[in-house]
């Protein structure tokens, strides 16, 4: 079974903090995913990639970006954080056709 | 614009009933619909999933049928059980090609099972 794990599990920063999110994951998946979990919006895209140095935009870009170092690392770095984008953040990775295999998320808090 | 809606923010039955859960779509390109599950305190997982060639898929105690013509779907849950209660997603993805596997979530309806 994948094994996907995020770090730090709670951050609390500043508005116009700088941020970075980090994700892993160890069984060989090609796809990762970074998601942001709010009451009454589901899980929504930020960014994916399919493989080292890879990127795509997902569907709430904005105030993001993302890096992907190796098929294991997915970071997703906030360079000047906002109060909205307080949220339950979560990675996940998956083979192309696959299901997605989800880490325990990142509660981040921007004051 | 939600793409993929699920129509309760909330629902509770009782232990031994069977909950429904219900979700529609809008985008005919989806084919394939995964419904996932999360505990509090824990990423989501996958549960069970259906693809738009199929009105119907089992496993266990759950059971997704499919609408395609009505772009409706539902997931019920038989003989709850207190263990069951959670939140649950709808998901959809559209064919394979050029779709990187990305899914499309809908809010989420959250499960309680009273015993």
């Known amino acids: 079974e994948a094994a996907v794990t995020q770090s730090p599990r709670n951050k609390v920063t500043v508005t116009g903090g700088n941020v970075t999110l980090s994700c892993r994951q160890t069984n060989s998946h090609n796809y990762m995913y970074w998601y942001r979990q709010d009451t009454g919006h589901g899980l929504r895209l930020i960014h994916y990639?399919?493989?080292?140095?890879?990127?795509q935009i997902g569907d709430v870009p904005d105030g993001y970006k993302a890096t992907r170092t190796t098929q294991e690392d997915f970071f997703l770095l906030l360079e000047l954080a906002s109060p909205s984008q307080t949220s339950l953040y979560f990675c996940?990775?998956?083979?192309?056709?696959?299901?997605?295999?989800f880490g325990p998320g990142t509660r981040l808090t921007v004051l | 614009q939600q793409q993929v809606r699920q129509s309760s923010q909330s629902l509770t039955v009782w232990e031994g009933e069977t909950a429904i859960l219900n979700c529609s779509y809008e985008?005919?390109?989806?084919?394939?619909f995964p419904w996932y599950q999360q505990f509090p305190g824990e990423g989501p997982a996958l549960l069970i999933a259906i693809r738009s060639v199929s009105d119907k898929k089992e496993d266990g105690r759950f059971t997704i049928f499919f609408n395609k013509r009505e772009k409706n779907l539902s997931l019920h849950i038989k003989d709850s059980q207190p263990g069951d209660s959670a939140t649950y997603f709808c998901a959809a993805r559209p064919g394979l090609s050029g779709s990187f596997n990305k899914l499309t979530f809908g809010a989420g309806t959250r499960l309680a099972v009273c015993p």
């Open positions: 985008n005919s390109a989806f084919d394939y």
């Open positions: 990639s399919y493989g080292a140095g890879n990127l």
């Open positions: 996940a990775s998956s083979d192309a056709a696959a299901e997605q295999f």
